[in-house]
């Protein structure tokens, strides 16, 4: 008789609807984590455009950016790293909400794309259609990536799920850790095998924005955006689902309908971010734990600061790639790695920012 009005607080609490001072000062800090984001974005931005085997100064960004009068510079610009740009903001939000959704879907703060196998199952679906089918450009091979991430995803929530009940987070993480290390194994294999088929493959693996043209972003755009808008119109019943699935389904959520709908939508994010660039670990795992230190455990602002956060990570992240070695450049899935390990390092010895 007295679960609703628990439920009530409990929901209230999680989503910030508690005692006035307590709400204040969680909107002062969503307000303060979003300047800081949107202003980040904003410089990673320019960063991008100007850095690169060749530098180029602020003031012709600024005159590329507004006169395509055909100089080196709105050429560079134009046809080069805008493009480059774009993708790296896409894809940093397609997998930033993608492992915030996981790790919501499954109540696991260790979840993500990478360590679920998603983007395994997405690399080795184009990796088999390159082989086999003869694949070559993105407009080819995005199918085997939805597909590869779709059924990679439905195997570690079976597997998880074996013996009845619902998936545990710690089977999951195991499910998924396993199967893409047997998924990367496949894909290695199939490319030390026919070397000369492959070769454009090698290093797709580790995430990069270089081999990717306008015409291919735009392709997978449209998946991309679907993805995200599903993505937020799930946040709700995901904080439904974070108080149990019980406590959920009394709520009025249906909860096997919401982590359907949930697969789908990370098959979206993460099949389409793997067909653009090879996958980007690391990056669904490390975001919505510093989203979640400036926003709390409400789903929905979550998501969306995910949305903006992933992609200042993934441009700063090319940016020195492409610096560091210049004129050759370290994929951005590795620098991404790299730098953003001590951050998470750091989160997860704060209780309160690994929580969810």
Do not use: C, K
Request: charged share 10%; hydrophobic share 55%.
């Amino acid at each position: 008789m007295n679960d609703a009005p628990r439920a009530g607080v409990a929901t209230a609490r999680r989503t910030g609807r508690g005692d006035s001072p307590a709400r204040s000062s969680l909107y002062r800090r969503r307000a303060l984590g979003l300047a800081v984001i949107l202003g980040g974005l904003g410089v990673a931005t320019i960063l991008s455009l100007a850095h690169g085997a060749n530098p180029l100064g602020y003031d012709q960004v600024w005159s590329g950016l507004w006169r395509r009068d055909g100089s080196q510079a709105s050429i560079i610009i134009w046809t080069e790293r805008w493009p480059r740009t774009l993708l790296g903001v896409a894809v940093g939000a397609a997998l930033g909400v993608a492992g915030a959704l996981i790790q919501a879907l499954t109540r696991n703060p260790l979840a993500e794309p990478g360590i679920l196998g998603v983007n395994a199952g997405a690399g080795f679906a184009v990796t088999l259609g390159a082989g086999v089918f003869g694949l070559a450009g993105i407009s080819q091979y995005v199918w085997f990536a939805f597909l590869g991430a779709a059924v990679t995803t439905v195997v570690v929530f079976v597997i998880g799920s074996a013996g009845g009940g619902t998936a545990s987070p710690v089977t999951l993480v195991l499910a998924g850790v396993a199967l893409g290390a047997m998924l990367n194994g496949f894909s290695t294999f199939l490319t030390l095998i026919d070397p000369d088929t492959f070769r454009s493959f090698r290093n797709w693996g580790l995430g990069s924005l270089a081999r990717t043209t306008m015409e291919d972003t735009l392709l997978v755009a449209p998946f991309l955006l679907v993805g995200l808008i599903g993505a937020l119109a799930l946040a709700g019943p995901l904080n439904s689902i974070a108080l149990g699935d019980d406590l959920a389904a009394s709520l009025g959520t249906r909860v096997g309908r919401t982590r359907a709908l949930g697969i789908g939508v990370v098959t979206l994010l993460a099949g389409g971010a793997t067909a653009l660039t090879g996958g980007i670990a690391f990056l669904g795992l490390m975001v919505p734990h510093v989203v979640r230190w400036f926003v709390g455990p409400d789903q929905r602002w979550i998501i969306a600061y995910s949305a903006l956060a992933a992609p200042v990570l993934v441009l700063v992240a090319d940016v020195l790639g492409r610096v560091l070695v210049r004129p050759s450049e370290i994929e951005v899935g590795v620098v991404a790695a790299v730098i953003g390990a001590p951050v998470l390092i750091a989160l997860v010895r704060r209780r309160e920012a690994s929580s969810l």
